[in-house]
């Protein structure tokens, strides 16, 4: 099947001269763009710096397409907690501080969206995102069969006490205005619903969200990059680093570490946290903070795991994949190191040890996962062109696996712009 035979959308390119474009990053960001650029018919490069996709944030975060849940991590509730954090007294959440310039900007910006209305509408705009990549999770999983353990599991948020779970009901009225399926339950309700939670202990209610999904990102970058390559004709270039990039004399260029330059109509940045570097040629500063997350995958305990659960106190999401669980947590906001810190993962061993101790045979984590994601001062992705014929999609923090294919067709819409 050729690239000319896919897509209801490769018309508007046909209709004017031949257009290509590189992608700088094989995430599910990067990957999830070039899919909607290749299906708009544009011939699409993929220049990665590691041996095979999907190998960076990527790779083991928490699984959960968690396209209702979209709170900002900038809010009131963390602006009242930022002593505990600054002391170091938070189990889930860390923050190292650093001169950096750059560093300094960001918190600033940061602290600036921790307002109640600048939560609320970062929030809801972050809905609206997760919404639309919804859209087009389906709509991409309708076209081409991946397998990457793939599920609408729904998802549970569990809340310990009757202040969290009246802050989160009035965000449920909000959300559910915009088009979320959402629902209060009792905790009775809840265990109903998945009886794992028998030995969570007592909590007040549950948040619960049919319609979020589960799938591997890694699983799903390995089928997408495949699928790229042979259907739809896409040039992936790993164990490629690119080293510079501009443009001039009407085309974009990279240059890689070996002194390779390569041209293309557009470049697209969605390199992770490797995209601050790059933004700074563009006069981007104070756009990205490293935040570093954890992660272990474990075979399946005695208690079926049935929905995805977040303990919202502990900061702690769960999910089945197959028949293992993905445990995922903590926030180290501006560590840049990857390495996994045996006492974080013990930490996070722990707690979700303590929050539902039978889904999971947390004897048997293995050595765990760290990834570093790059999230913006208001928890928002920034998708737009940075110059003529370069653009951004970056930013997406904790939510990258959710929003990456919203923010890809957002991005192809930028992309396909007529410029000068």
Not at 46 to 59: D, H, L, M, N, Y
Not at 388 to 405: P, V
Request: aromatic content about 4%; overall charge positive.
């Amino acid at each position: 099947m050729t690239r000319s035979n896919h897509g209801e959308l490769a018309s508007q390119a046909a209709r004017g001269p031949a257009r290509s474009a590189i992608v700088i990053g094989a995430g599910v960001v990067g990957l999830a763009s070039a899919y909607a650029l290749a299906r708009r018919g544009l011939a699409v490069t993929v220049i990665e710096s590691r041996e095979a996709p999907g190998c960076e944030a990527s790779f083991a975060n928490g699984a959960q397409l968690s396209y209702a849940y979209s709170d900002a991590l900038a809010s009131p509730a963390l602006l009242r907690h930022v002593p505990a954090v600054l002391l170091g007294l938070d189990p889930a959440v860390r923050f190292k501080p650093s001169l950096d310039p750059d560093h300094l900007i960001w918190l600033l910006r940061f602290l600036r969206n921790t307002s109640a209305s600048r939560f609320m509408a970062n929030t809801l705009a972050a809905l609206r995102l997760g919404l639309e990549s919804q859209t087009a999770m389906h709509a991409l999983l309708e076209r081409h069969s991946l397998d990457f353990s793939h599920a609408a599991a729904g998802k549970l948020h569990l809340h310990a006490n009757a202040e969290s779970l009246a802050s989160a009901r009035r965000m449920v009225t909000a959300k559910v205005a915009l088009g979320a399926r959402q629902e209060v339950l009792t905790p009775a309700e809840a265990v109903q619903l998945e009886p794992a939670l028998a030995g969570h202990g007592p909590f007040a209610g549950a948040i619960y969200t049919p319609g979020d999904e589960v799938g591997d990102p890694h699983q799903f970058c390995t089928q997408l990059a495949a699928l790229l390559a042979a259907d739809y004709g896409t040039v992936l270039r790993l164990g490629t680093t690119v080293q510079d990039l501009g443009e001039e004399h009407g085309e974009a260029w990279v240059e890689t570490s070996t002194g390779e330059r390569i041209a293309a109509d557009r470049i697209v940045i969605c390199a992770g946290i490797g995209a601050a570097g790059l933004a700074r040629r563009f006069g981007l500063r104070g756009v990205l903070m490293p935040m570093k997350g954890y992660s272990f995958t474990a075979p399946a305990g005695p208690a079926e795991l049935r929905v995805s659960v977040t303990d919202v106190a502990r900061k702690i999401v769960l999910c089945r994949l197959g028949n293992k669980v993905r445990v995922a947590g903590l926030a180290e906001i501006g560590a840049r190191s990857a390495a996994v810190d045996p006492a974080a993962l013990e930490r996070l061993r722990r707690g979700a040890q303590a929050s539902l101790p039978d889904v999971a045979d947390y004897d048997r984590i293995g050595p765990g996962w760290a990834g570093i994601r790059p999230m913006t001062a208001n928890c928002l992705p920034r998708i737009e062109r940075v110059s003529a014929r370069c653009s951004i999609n970056i930013g997406h923090g904790m939510l990258g696996w959710t929003h990456a294919m919203g923010s890809a067709e957002r991005l192809a819409k930028v992309i396909m712009e007529k410029v000068a």
